[in-house]
């Protein structure tokens, strides 16, 4: 299939344009490069031998966005392109609607104009909010957001579930990740962090190559074995892979189906602290602070569907999500960014 993947240069887009061409398709990635450069693509290169037709264009300019639909036959759109940092969307929500929610539109209008009609998208475990019990599944629907990154998620789904509606012919998957960690085991391609991290992996490595004195965990009084946060991590490379599936699937599908990508399994703070321990080899220094506001205590897919629908199992455990993870930031002095 000839795919266009929007965010193709970000951290989970570069890992699913290596596992489409690994599996022969097709990939031309158009992304702005606001979170991420064009030297992915010479990467991307390396890896799979292929160069993927790029175009620097922003979803926000829709003479741009027509150019690359107009120069190309799409049979199908993975869509990450968006800003994904919950603290600035409380910040700055306009600017993360409108990216996230006005981009989005003019992408499914071209894909309309042009009679694309297979669509995955990037959604998050975060639109479950905290209204359930885990393991989260896929039928208990949209739960309560509680920011303006997670709400335009839940927006999103619900635009592309009413165009689906209104078009019997077309076909989307919705993704909701759980929490995405790891790296190419190339060490070439991983989620380069922008300023201070947010997430945890991205933290704990730069504690553990010294660019941080210790890592804060937030909180050891949750209700879990140790006291601190429990989350799915699922490796980058097993969500790509999924997502190989997904855009296969709606191919020969129509209507919309909501799947969650994880392991089905949960890890504490500390549990991840010791995997990364062992891959680094050294211990890492670390501090119990205050819990961070709006966080849950546990997080853990039901990974049923994803197994039944799509056939997808995530192969790589822990350590090895740890020791490609280290890899990657281990080489990132090597690596023009
Ligand atoms: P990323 O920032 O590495 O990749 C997103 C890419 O989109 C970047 O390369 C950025 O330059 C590009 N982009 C942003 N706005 C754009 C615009 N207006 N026009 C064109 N390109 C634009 O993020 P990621 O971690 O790879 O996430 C990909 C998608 O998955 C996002 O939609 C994110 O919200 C979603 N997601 C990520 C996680 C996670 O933990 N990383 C979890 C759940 C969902
Ligand atoms: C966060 C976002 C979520 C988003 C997801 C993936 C919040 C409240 N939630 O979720 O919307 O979908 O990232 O991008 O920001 N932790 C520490 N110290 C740190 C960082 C994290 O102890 O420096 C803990 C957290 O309290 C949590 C666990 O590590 O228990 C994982 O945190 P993180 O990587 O930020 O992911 P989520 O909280 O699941």
Same mark, same amino acid.
């Given at each position: =299939?000839?795919?266009?993947? +929007?965010?193709? +240069?970000?951290?989970?887009?570069?890992? /699913?344009?290596?596992?489409?061409?690994?599996?022969?398709?097709?990939?031309?990635?158009?992304?702005?490069?606001?979170? %991420?450069?064009?030297?992915?693509?010479?990467?991307?290169? +390396?890896?799979?031998? *292929?160069?993927?037709?790029?175009?620097? /264009?922003?979803?926000?300019?829709?003479?741009?966005?027509?150019? *690359?639909?107009?120069?190309?036959?799409?049979?199908?759109?993975?869509?990450?392109?968006?800003?994904?940092?919950?603290?600035? %969307?409380?910040?700055?929500?306009?600017?993360?609607?409108?990216?996230?929610?006005?981009?989005?539109?003019?992408?499914?209008? =071209?894909?309309?104009?042009?009679?694309?009609?297979? @669509?995955?998208?990037?959604?998050?475990?975060?639109?479950?909010?905290?209204? #359930?019990?885990?393991?989260?599944?896929?039928?208990?629907?949209?739960?309560? /957001?509680?920011?303006?990154?997670?709400?335009?998620?839940?927006?999103?789904?619900?635009?592309?579930?009413?165009?689906?509606?209104?078009?019997?012919?077309?076909?989307?998957?919705?993704?909701?990740?759980?929490?995405?960690?790891?790296?190419?085991?190339?060490? @070439?391609?991983?989620? &380069?962090?922008?300023?201070?991290?947010?997430?945890?992996?991205?933290?704990?490595?730069?504690?553990?190559?010294?660019?941080?004195?210790?890592?804060?965990?937030?909180?050891?009084?949750?209700?879990?074995?140790?006291?601190?946060?429990?989350?799915?991590?699922?490796?980058?490379?097993?969500?790509?892979?999924?997502?190989?599936?997904?855009?296969?699937?709606?191919?020969?599908?129509?209507? /919309?189906? *909501?799947?969650? &990508?994880?392991?089905?399994?949960?890890?504490?703070?500390?549990? &991840?602290?010791?995997?990364?321990?062992?891959?680094?080899?050294?211990?890492?220094?670390?501090?119990?602070?205050?819990?961070?506001?709006?966080?849950?205590?546990?997080?853990?897919?039901? +990974?049923?569907?994803?197994?039944?629908?799509?056939? #997808?199992?995530?192969?790589?455990? &822990?350590?090895?999500?740890?020791?490609?993870?280290?890899?990657?930031?281990?080489?990132?002095?090597?690596?023009?960014?």
């Amino acid at each position: =299939m000839k795919i266009l993947v +929007t965010g193709g +240069t970000g951290y989970i887009g570069s890992h /699913t344009c290596v596992e489409l061409i690994g599996s022969g398709h097709e990939v031309v990635i158009l992304d702005n490069l606001y979170n %991420s450069s064009e030297n992915v693509i010479d990467r991307i290169e +390396t890896i799979t031998g *292929v160069r993927p037709a790029f175009y620097r /264009t922003d979803i926000l300019d829709k003479e741009g966005l027509e150019k *690359v639909f107009q120069e190309n036959d799409f049979e199908a759109v993975i869509h990450f392109a968006g800003y994904k940092a919950v603290g600035e %969307s409380v910040a700055i929500p306009l600017t993360y609607y409108e990216n996230n929610i006005s981009g989005s539109i003019n992408l499914y209008q =071209m894909m309309k104009k042009y009679g694309v009609r297979n @669509l995955v998208f990037s959604s998050s475990a975060t639109v479950y909010g905290d209204d #359930f019990e885990v393991p989260f599944k896929e039928e208990y629907g949209l739960g309560t /957001t509680t920011n303006p990154y997670g709400t335009s998620k839940k927006m999103n789904e619900m635009i592309i579930t009413d165009m689906d509606n209104a078009d019997p012919e077309r076909s989307s998957v919705l993704l909701r990740y759980f929490n995405p960690i790891g790296a190419h085991s190339s060490g @070439l391609i991983g989620e &380069i962090p922008n300023g201070i991290p947010n997430n945890l992996l991205p933290y704990v490595a730069q504690v553990a190559s010294g660019q941080r004195e210790y890592l804060r965990v937030f909180g050891n009084d949750y209700d879990t074995p140790d006291g601190t946060g429990v989350r799915d991590y699922v490796h980058v490379v097993d969500l790509a892979r999924a997502h190989v599936k997904a855009i296969e699937y709606a191919a020969e599908h129509t209507g /919309t189906e *909501v799947i969650n &990508i994880g392991t089905g399994k949960g890890y504490s703070v500390m549990q &991840i602290l010791k995997a990364y321990e062992k891959a680094c080899g050294k211990e890492l220094p670390y501090k119990v602070v205050d819990r961070r506001p709006g966080d849950i205590a546990v997080c853990y897919a039901d +990974t049923k569907k994803a197994e039944e629908l799509l056939g #997808f199992k995530a192969e790589y455990d &822990i350590d090895r999500m740890c020791e490609d993870s280290y890899r990657f930031y281990a080489n990132l002095e090597n690596i023009d960014k």
